[in-house]
T-cell receptor, first 113, second 114 residues
């Protein structure tokens, strides 16, 4: 167990809908990263937050957004869902934005039907 | 930006044999290279990492080597066991910058046959 928690574990929803994925980092970690894992794209970096502020953006679609709250948990919001958004979404955390080691949560499996 | 290539995409070995997975990176400023193991349906787990100030690091049956000049690094697993079967991902990032995200290779599915 890495200490990073994610909810829910599974999510099934229809095209056009909106969902929110939640992540709590390890105790003491200030930086949170979101990654998307699909079969054909591997692990793709989406966005990074550090102590409540956005730090870096990767291949994140405009339909997706995220935020990190004062208690350091983070939420990833996915809207106008398409079939291609079906994937595993992982959250990872590290002590700060310059730390090397990132520890992953168990992931949320999103299925869009 | 950084690009990480990983080979092979699949690797099958007999129990007890060694397995080697290779990665190349494009950004010469990258200086942190972790390896993750992911079992089916589970989270990626950090198994070993190397920083650019060393050429080799070993932890029991696994080792990682880094060639900065050639911009490639490799994972070596010796005396493989069935429980080593998983997908292995290499990654790279630039330490010390304001952005800490990892750039991953596409993964190697390792199968260890008893």
């Amino acid at each position: 167990d890495s200490g990073v928690t994610q909810t829910p574990k599974h999510l099934i929803t229809a095209t056009g809908q909106r969902v929110t994925l939640r992540c709590s980092p390890r105790s003491g970690d200030l930086s949170v990263y979101w990654y998307q894992q699909s079969l054909d794209q591997g692990l793709q970096f989406l966005i990074q937050y550090y102590n409540g502020e956005e730090r870096a953006k990767g291949n994140i679609l405009e339909r997706f957004s995220a935020q990190q709250f004062p208690d350091l948990h983070s939420e990833l919001n996915l809207s106008s869902l398409e079939l291609g958004d079906s994937a595993l979404y992982f959250c990872a955390s590290s002590v700060d934005y310059g730390s090397d080691e990132q520890y992953f949560g168990p992931g949320t499996r999103l299925t869009v039907t | 930006g950084e690009n990480v290539e990983q080979h092979p995409s699949t690797l099958s070995v007999q129990e007890g044999d060694s397995a080697v997975i290779k990665c190349t990176y494009s950004d010469s400023a990258s200086n942190y290279f972790p390896w993750y193991k992911q079992e089916l349906g589970k989270r990626p787990q950090l198994i070993i990492d190397i920083r650019s100030n060393v050429g080799e690091k070993k932890d029991q049956r696994i080792a990682v080597t880094l060639n900065k000049t050639a911009k490639h690094f490799s994972l070596h697993i010796t005396e493989t066991q069935p429980e080593d079967s998983a997908v292995y991902f290499c990654a790279a990032r630039r330490r010390g910058g304001s952005q800490g995200n990892l750039i991953f290779g596409k993964g190697t599915k390792l199968s260890v046959k008893p």
